[in-house]
């Protein structure tokens, strides 16, 4: 009986060894898959705002006073140093207007664009030039200094309706935030040979400055 017991009791301690083996392999599966699952994890991030700059040209008729004038019907008066309505045939009359860019402004090109002579007819007998002038004086003197090809924007002769090229060699290039200005020194003649219909006749005409940003 005693053997039988004992045998009984060895079994029952077998039993429970195993089951306690099983149970703790399961608790190495266990951490094993759960260590599997896990994973350290970490970000970077990089951004920024974007803003667009602007572009913006101002212009003066004496060189200094610079202002806006963004359309045809708020165009600048040039200051012609003969009176238009003074014109007699062999006369030539200067006007000064300067451009740059505004504060703040990127930087860009110009091209002078003529628009529509209006009046009573003058225009088919008057002619003109343009020139780049260095400083903001605009007269006789100064215009026929500024005769190097890369200074004249409109040769002369030319009539009102013509514009600047433009491709052109003329530098017009005005820099950043009105850190340059040029000077465009404008001639309109009545050649010797306007017909004497010409008389009591008037001219308007207005330019634009087209500018584009770079």
């Not at 003109?128 to 400083?135: F, I």
Request: proline share 4%; with cysteine; aromatic share 6%.
């Amino acid at each position: 009986m005693r053997r039988t017991r004992a045998r009984k009791r060895e079994a029952a301690r077998r039993v429970s060894r195993r089951i306690r083996a099983v149970l703790a392999a399961g608790l190495v599966l266990g951490v094993g898959a759960a260590g599997t699952l896990a994973a350290w994890n970490d970000a970077e991030f990089g951004g920024s705002t974007f803003t667009a700059g602007r572009f913006d040209i101002v212009g003066a008729a004496d060189g200094a006073t610079f202002t806006s004038h963004a359309t045809a019907g708020a165009a600048a008066a040039l200051n012609f140093v003969v009176a238009p309505t003074a014109m007699a045939p062999g006369t030539t009359t200067y006007a000064l207007f300067s451009v740059r860019t505004a504060n703040p402004s990127v930087a860009g090109t110009l091209q002078l664009i003529a628009g529509t002579p209006g009046g009573t007819g003058l225009a088919a007998s008057l002619t003109y030039g343009v020139r780049l002038v260095p400083a903001t004086t605009c007269n006789a003197t100064t215009y026929a200094a500024a005769s190097a090809a890369t200074s004249i924007v409109v040769p002369d002769g030319s009539a009102l309706t013509t514009g600047g090229a433009a491709t052109t060699s003329v530098p017009q290039v005005v820099s950043a935030n009105g850190g340059n200005q040029l000077n465009y020194c404008f001639a309109v003649t009545l050649p010797t040979t306007a017909p004497n219909t010409a008389q009591g006749l008037t001219m308007t005409q207005t330019w634009q400055f087209q500018g584009t940003s770079s």
